[in-house]
């Protein structure tokens, strides 16, 4: 079952949909249409799959997921840990608890890589969640786009750096927190 669903995924990926029954076939590596229903029917069954109208099939939050592996330390080298049954997480699991509110933006430039974020990441961002002086948000400050600390003190609300080669960013007349920053996330290879 393993081997057909990377089959499905890999399918998905590359034109964000599934083939019509006839192609099922070809993309599944079976010989028959039996055996594509056998398959599909397992995947239904374990969860990543589900029937829709007709003889169709759509992919479900499991089809998305991974495994997670266990912890792997940063430091000194540990025993391998196997799990039996491995947790499964999606990407969109982690990181999206509002979807309705969630964005994305890239962040570009390193005023932010004292707290990890560098050139070229993505931030994930909610609006309308209730900011604290310390939320790493995505602001407008005097019509201009920023990724930064928010802080607040006598003279009022401002923008922090996380890298000390930027100076404090205080408005002349606006400042609007346009999502607060929930997650990040980078691509190492393509």
């Known amino acids: 079952m393993d081997q057909h669903l990377a089959h499905l995924r890999a399918y998905w990926k590359r034109h964000k949909s599934f083939p019509p029954m006839s192609a099922l076939t070809e993309v599944l590596g079976l010989a028959s249409k039996g055996g594509v229903f056998k398959v599909m029917g397992k995947l239904v069954e374990a969860g990543y799959l ?17 495994p997670v592996l266990g912890d792997v330390r940063a430091g000194l080298p540990q025993p391998v840990q196997q799990e039996a049954q491995p947790e499964l997480l999606s990407v969109e699991d ?43 948000v995505v ?27 930027y100076p404090v960013i205080r408005p002349d007349g606006s400042l609007e927190v346009l999502g607060v920053v929930t997650g990040m996330f980078r691509k190492y290879r393509r």
């Open 94 to 136: 982690l990181l999206l608890d509002h979807p309705s509110r969630t964005s994305y933006c890239r962040v570009r430039g390193d005023s932010m890589s004292g707290v990890g974020l560098l050139d070229g990441d993505f931030v994930v961002t909610v609006a309308n969640l209730p900011t604290a002086p310390g939320d790493i």
């Open 139 to 165: 602001a407008a400050v005097d019509g201009e786009v920023t990724v930064k600390y928010l802080r607040r003190d006598d003279q009022g609300w401002f923008l922090e750096p996380a890298n000390p080669a």
């Open 50 to 66: 589900a029937r829709t109208e007709g003889r169709r099939f759509a992919p479900t939050r499991k089809f998305f997921a991974y």
